[in-house]
């Protein structure tokens, strides 16, 4: 998860651990917490209050202690000040009711500019997972992958299937040894530590008790990956689209990049997932209250002596004290302006979530209209074979399949569109995989891409319009929402970004083999990825077909730049 601008979220990463002894964790939290700031800083001064660690680096330390006496939990804030942007590391631990513990790390970062940031998980998590022995449910929390043989897939099953609040990957080691494979699982595992508990296959047999086990639909094959999210049902063939499924041939190809996606989408799952409930309710003491009630006390002291060594002294605390208070007014002062940006941004993201479930029900509704109107039409067709006595061509023996589960699925199809042609990247397609709303999408796009296909019969058939005008009539056959096609970008927006809408076509189509589009379908309207499918109409011309140059992320334009 990335912050890229102003508006955007500041939380850009987030690992919370359940660790089920806690009698010393408040001790290795600070311990480890300790040794990271040493790495980075040379000194760790973790005593209440604010320390100056450099130049624009602060670190705030504080506890809560229960009635009687005992530190109930613990907070460790770093705000480093830089040029590109202000990032703060949130360190939290708490106990909770029983022998358990929760420990929290979240990095926020705050743009400066319109300068693109990259935000990675803190190295601090690593050395957690490793000290502290967290647990998700029945499943430790490592950082490497635990082996997994035949005689303990049940185990591995009961993981899947019982309440977690992380992802579970499972890797099965392939059948002969790969170099690629071998490299990229030594990479990718260990930045899903904490986020995620790890499991591989060991050997065949292994692969194959758990297909028995859990089915074919879940399977995991010889070289794949699999990523389980929570709420497994290995009953429900429907189910398993839900969890990411890499294969072996794309974990060891070379220019495939879809491995990445294994650790950013469980760390995008972990920092999305919502707070316990133990750290929710804390309530930290105001440093700030703190350092004023001191000076008070500095200022409450008797000036009445006569002795100049106590004056000089007091003199020397009160000029300490109002030092004090300027570092501590600057320190409120940008804590109040980061509280307002994380405000702001908070306020955006519930915009944006509100006007996402109200498109989310125009389009079921959408969805459900259309199945009734197609349910509908189906028992008026099979009435009417019923009654000239074609019974036999009433029933289907084979199922037509049902919509795509993922940009892969849907491009292993294509050769279903007779009048298409799709020259599109296909690894800018598979990199919207990626996304949360990927299964959304892929689906939108089949709908998409077979109302293109059926505009170029109708073109056939002798309809004379555009696609637009195609969406618009009353012609049979599948279309697209009129709202969501655009046939033409902006002047201002081909100016600038124009190069960015040539894409590939057939020779027959242009002689360089490169043609622009600006003709497009939208897949999402509402955030910075909103997938789009760019496509040149050639239904009268030489090859009589629609060319489908891109589908993939929203290119720029003055809105998204």
């Known amino acids: 998860m990335s912050t890229n601008t102003h508006s955007s979220h500041p939380l850009a990463h987030r690992t919370v651990l359940t660790v089920p002894q806690s009698a010393t964790v408040l001790q290795d939290v600070r311990r480890i917490s300790s040794a990271w700031l040493i790495e980075k800083y040379g000194s760790a001064p973790l005593a209440s209050g604010q320390h100056d660690l450099a130049d624009n680096c602060v670190l705030a330390s504080q506890s809560i202690y229960q009635a009687d006496g005992a530190e109930h939990a613990l907070r460790l804030q770093l705000r480093e000040d830089k040029p590109e942007a202000t990032w703060r590391t949130t360190i939290t631990a708490a106990l909770c009711a029983g022998e358990c513990a929760v420990v929290s790390v979240a990095l926020e970062a705050f743009p400066n500019g319109d300068q693109p940031l990259s935000p990675g998980r803190p190295r601090l998590v690593r050395e957690l997972v490793r000290d502290l022995a967290p647990v998700d449910g029945l499943s430790p929390l490592t950082l490497d992958a635990r082996p997994v043989h035949a005689d303990q897939v049940d185990a591995l099953v009961d993981v899947l299937c019982e309440p977690r609040r992380l992802p579970v990957v499972v890797a099965a080691r392939p059948v002969r040894p790969d170099a690629v494979w071998s490299d990229r699982m030594r990479q990718v595992l260990p ?22 086990a859990i089915g074919d639909d879940h399977r995991v094959a010889p070289g794949a990956v699999r990523t389980f999210l929570t709420d497994v049902d290995p009953a429900w063939p429907q189910d398993a689209p839900r969890h990411r499924f890499l294969t072996m041939a794309r974990l060891s190809d070379h220019s495939d990049r879809a491995w990445y996606g294994i650790a950013s989408t469980v760390q995008r799952l972990s920092t999305e997932a919502p707070l316990p409930a133990a750290l929710r309710g804390l309530s930290f003491p105001d440093l700030g209250q703190l350092h004023r009630e001191e000076r008070q006390a500095a200022l409450a002291e008797p000036r009445h002596t006569e002795e100049l060594g106590a004056m000089a002294a007091q003199i020397a605390r009160l000029t300490a004290s ?140 002798g309809f004379n319009g555009g696609f637009y005008e195609y969406c618009t009539s009353e012609q049979p056959g599948d279309v697209w929402p009129r709202k969501q096609v655009a046939m033409a970008e902006t002047g201002a927006t081909m100016n600038a970004w124009g190069d960015e809408r040539i894409f590939p076509v057939p020779p027959d189509v242009a002689p360089t083999g490169r043609l622009e589009m600006q003709a497009h379908l939208k897949l999402h309207s509402k955030g910075s990825t909103s997938p789009r499918i760019y496509f040149h109409d050639d239904t009268k011309g030489c090859t009589g077909r629609v060319i489908v140059g891109y589908i993939g992320h929203h290119l720029k334009n003055k809105h998204t730049n």
């Open 191 to 212: 930045q899903c530590a904490g986020a995620a508990a790890l499991y591989l296959l060991e050997d065949l047999d292994a692969v194959d008790a758990f297909r028995k």
């Open 322 to 461: 109002l030092k004090k208070a300027d570092q501590d007014l600057k320190e409120a002062t940008r804590e109040a302006d980061l509280s307002a940006r994380t405000k702001a941004s908070l306020e955006e993201q519930l915009q944006i979530a509100v006007a996402r479930a109200d498109g989310d029900l125009e389009e079921a509704v959408r969805a459900l209209d259309d199945l009734e109107r197609a349910r509908a039409e189906v028992r008026v067709l099979r009435r009417r074979l019923y009654a000239a006595g074609r019974h036999r061509e009433a029933v289907l023996i084979e199922q037509p399949l049902g919509i795509p589960a993922s940009f892969e699925d849907l491009w292993e199809r294509l050769d279903t569109f007779e009048g298409l042609t799709v020259s599109a990247d296909k690894g800018k397609a598979l990199e919207l995989d990626e996304a949360a709303r990927a299964r959304v999408w892929a689906a939108k796009a089949w709908n998409a891409l077979r109302a293109l296909d059926a505009y170029t019969r109708s073109a056939h058939d």
